[in-house]
């Protein structure tokens, strides 16, 4: 009886210790626009991936932000919330409002390493965080708008759906498809340059709401049963595949004579499957699992003072429905 009492209690020391190490495990925390975007999902295995290949050296990928993407308010609000918690030691941040965000770090100033994952920070501001980890989204602007001239030489008229109004990435998305569409720089909207034009009403602005995306689709595509281009700057559209098959119903004679293209941006599963059913053209796809799995270790690298480059790429994929099967390269 003696025996197994020291054993129990052995076992109990053992599992305490092993608790207590857990609680001890420095925080690295990546905080995305919104946990309600399938796109950060993938961000979130990326973490879970590094979680499981480092357990017990003395570090933990937490993924969180705030439940709706479209709450810049409580993005900055759990941002500062980790910023006052002792254990949390390196941050990874994809601002939905760049303004805002680095507003913030201003006045918190905060002691930790801080960085940017997806989504950055204005060229102003890149000063308050240490790299930005993720694509790069002029370039992939230059490629939605590589591909549709590819599809449509002659130009013609286009929409163009973004997500945040002040969304740095997105923003620098559009301004790279502009350009290249224009053959100009710093073209704020296509007016026959390039031979494009963007139609009245547009670009519209999801606010990374995934309903609004697909209902502003159907309506444009019903005020204007003669455009030539529809551009997801974004996927959200195609996050829900059931209302983008739908909306993509009323079109998809058009798609298939090629008189309407679609781009879009990302590559997830859904999308995919949109790209290969014909419900789209092209898409270019980001690495969000990769991002999230890359982001812990640099943040250790900052804490250890290791020379990290101001800006890391994560690269993009390029699929069309004749390359759909081997398009992705990470």
Request: net charge negative.
């Given at each position: 009886m ?43 295995l ?21 439940a ?61 965080r240490?790299t ?14 590589e ?11 286009v ?35 390039g ?39 974004g ?6 595949p ?77 699929c069309k429905?004749?390359n ?7």
């Amino acid at each position: 009886m003696k025996k197994l009492l020291t054993a129990t209690l052995a076992l109990a020391a053992l599992g305490l210790a092993s608790a207590s190490a857990m609680a001890e495990d420095k925080i690295l925390a990546i905080v995305v626009k919104g946990l309600d975007n399938p796109f950060f999902e993938q961000v979130n295995l990326g973490c879970q991936k590094w979680n499981g290949e480092n357990e017990g050296k003395g570090y933990k990928c937490l993924y969180t932000g705030p439940a709706s993407s479209a709450d810049e308010a409580g993005q900055i609000q759990v941002v500062e919330d980790l910023l006052n918690r002792p254990d949390v030691v390196a941050i990874a941040i994809s601002p939905s409002n760049a303004p805002l965000m680095a507003n913030l770090l201003k006045k918190v100033q905060p002691k930790i390493p801080v960085m940017t994952i997806d989504a950055d920070l204005s060229a102003a501001d890149a000063a308050l965080r240490k790299t930005y980890l993720g694509t790069d989204n002029y370039l992939m602007g230059v490629k939605f708008a590589e591909h549709l001239k590819a599809l449509k030489p002659e130009g013609g008229t286009v929409c163009l759906q973004l997500g945040n109004v002040a969304a740095d990435n997105i923003n620098a998305r559009a301004a790279g498809t502009r350009d290249t569409l224009s053959g100009q720089k710093g073209i704020e909207r296509l007016a026959g340059e390039g031979g494009w034009t963007e139609i009245d009403g547009c670009p519209v602005f999801t606010n990374d709401q995934i309903d609004l995306a697909n209902q502003q689709m159907a309506d444009t595509f019903t005020a204007n049963p003669d455009l030539t281009a529809f551009m997801l700057i974004g996927g959200w559209a195609q996050f829900a595949p059931q209302a983008y098959a739908q909306v993509t119903d009323q079109v998809m004679d058009k798609l298939k004579s090629m008189a309407l293209a679609i781009v879009a941006g990302d590559t997830l599963p859904p999308q995919m499957d949109a790209l290969k059913a014909g419900r789209s053209h092209v898409q270019v796809g980001q690495r969000p699992f990769e991002m999230g799995y890359r982001a812990p270790s640099v943040m250790i690298d900052l804490l250890d003072g290791k020379p990290v480059e101001p800006i890391i790429y994560t690269g993009l994929d390029e699929c069309k429905q004749d390359n759909a099967d081997s398009c992705i390269g990470g």
